[in-house]
């Protein structure tokens, strides 16, 4: 092996080798290097003035190792690491983990940025190639569109994307963003909208081909206490509430068990009924309610909601299939 001559080059090797969780005594990590052992003891020396908590242990099997210290010093992967840890932050920032998600994309984004073409294309493609098995069937968010994203707030660059509006239209953006916010499922980009001069917010499943223009900006100041505050205040405006009155078939007190908190108002009518006063951000999510609780009900109010309810019932009908005494339905 040919002597390691290049010190920065030779330092990055030896905390490389110092990362693998074992004693390396001096005499091995000369040998990996091909310098003497007094070179090590220079280098060690050199990464402890660095920072880094390189600690000596004596003894026949003693040696280096590195240590936690008050700050965690750069990861050197190998091409396998570097693969796994992407795919992993990407699991992580699409499957909305409490807690973790927008650390996962800030991390997934840095790491994007330094991986080489080849191991972009692994991860692209094992990424493809794997599922989650959970149980939700809504929009997902494509992570390379998140780093993106995340790259642009993190670096304070403004951004130009497509976007789908909620009636369907299209548009192309310029923002200055600001954070990018996980709710449940669904992530929305923060952002200072410089054509309509104004603050928005962006369901990223709807953004499109999103380019840093590499124009930087100074950020401004959010209305709002935090970009999680301002989130959900504005989606509080955009959702219209349902509001549905049900008489239930089951005495009250049963009911008031079944419903629990999700209750606005519960009145008894007799020992066999009550009243249901409930609301809800969508007609499919009270008729599934009501459908659920077990007891005939009459819907009172809106007169849209039953409509909605007739049609629910008639596509579970045909979905269930012939019983005893039904024909089968004729396919035309």
Request: net charge positive; proline share 7%.
């Amino acid at each position: 092996m040919e002597p390691m001559t290049d010190t920065p080059a030779r330092l990055l090797n030896l905390l490389s080798l110092l990362q693998t969780p074992r004693e390396w005594p001096g005499s091995e990590l000369a040998g990996r290097l091909a310098v003497s052992p007094r070179t090590i003891r220079r280098d060690i020396d050199r990464l402890r003035g660095l920072g880094y908590p390189v600690e000596a242990t004596m003894g026949p099997i003693g040696g280096y190792r590195l240590v936690a210290g008050t700050a965690m010093p750069p990861l050197l992967l190998d091409d396998e690491e570097a693969v796994a840890i992407a795919v992993g932050l990407r699991s992580a920032a699409g499957n909305a983990v409490g807690g973790i998600e927008e650390a996962s994309v800030r991390a997934l984004a840095k790491l994007q940025q330094v991986l080489p073409s080849r191991l972009r294309h692994r991860v692209g493609s094992l990424s493809a190639a794997t599922v989650s098995l959970t149980g939700w069937s809504g929009p997902t968010v494509d992570p390379e569109v998140l780093t993106v994203l995340a790259s642009g707030t993190a670096g304070h660059e403004k951004l130009r994307f497509g976007y789908r509006a909620a009636d369907r239209a299209e548009s192309r953006r310029l923002v200055e963003p600001y954070r990018l916010v996980s709710s449940g499922r669904r992530w929305y980009l923060v952002a200072y909208d410089e054509d309509r001069a104004d603050w928005r917010i962006f369901r990223v499943d709807r953004i499109t081909d999103p380019k840093l223009t590499g124009a930087r900006f100074t950020p401004r100041e959010l209305p709002a206490a935090d970009a999680a505050e301002y989130v959900s205040r504005k989606l509080s405006g955009m959702q219209t509430a349902v509001q549905a009155v049900a008489v239930l078939h089951a005495p009250a007190d049963r009911m008031a068990i079944r419903l629990g908190s999700s209750v606005e108002r519960l009145e008894p009518i007799d020992e066999h009924s009550c009243l249901l006063y409930s609301r809800a951000d969508s007609m499919e999510w009270l008729a599934v309610r009501l459908a659920m609780l077990g007891c005939e009900f009459e819907v009172r109010e809106p007169p849209e909601l039953a409509v909605y309810l007739a049609a629910l019932g008639a596509r579970v009908t045909r979905a269930a299939g012939p019983g005893p005494g039904r024909a089968p339905r004729q396919r035309s």
